[in-house]
């Protein structure tokens, strides 16, 4: 069974940085695409930072310049660093993986930033 389990959010200040971190459990046939999504309730999950199989990187354009996206494989963990931080970038912040038209994703993480 997978499972994606977010650590790292917390309450920073604005200009602060945080680092999120996402351990997958169990194996996850040919992940198409693996990275972070966030939510603010009433809105639309939105994306923050996705990889592909191939390798490409995108972020969302509220985060470009501000956040890294990596990962580890030995650690079956992928990162999200977030420096720069805005009272807009408070959200929950989910794990999101994809094999094929399976999707997983992990239970959330509040990041709060404070102005």
């Known amino acids: 069974q997978v499972r994606l389990v977010e650590s790292g959010g917390g309450l920073v200040q604005a200009g602060g940085s945080l680092r999120l971190s996402c351990l997958v459990s169990?194996?996850?046939?040919?992940?198409?695409?693996m990275g972070w999504y966030r939510q603010t309730p009433g809105k639309q999950r939105e994306l923050v930072a996705v990889?592909?199989?191939?390798?490409?990187?995108n972020f969302g354009d509220s985060v470009k310049g501000r956040f890294t996206f990596s990962r580890d494989n030995a650690k079956n963990t992928v990162y999200l660093q977030m420096n720069g931080l805005k009272p807009e970038d408070t959200a929950v912040y989910y794990c999101?993986?994809?094999?094929?038209?399976?999707?997983?994703w992990g239970q959330g993480t509040q990041v709060t930033v404070s102005s």
């Open positions: 169990g194996s996850i046939r040919s992940p198409t695409a």
């Open positions: 999101h993986a994809q094999s094929g038209t399976t999707y997983y």
């Open positions: 990889i592909t199989s191939g390798g490409t990187i």
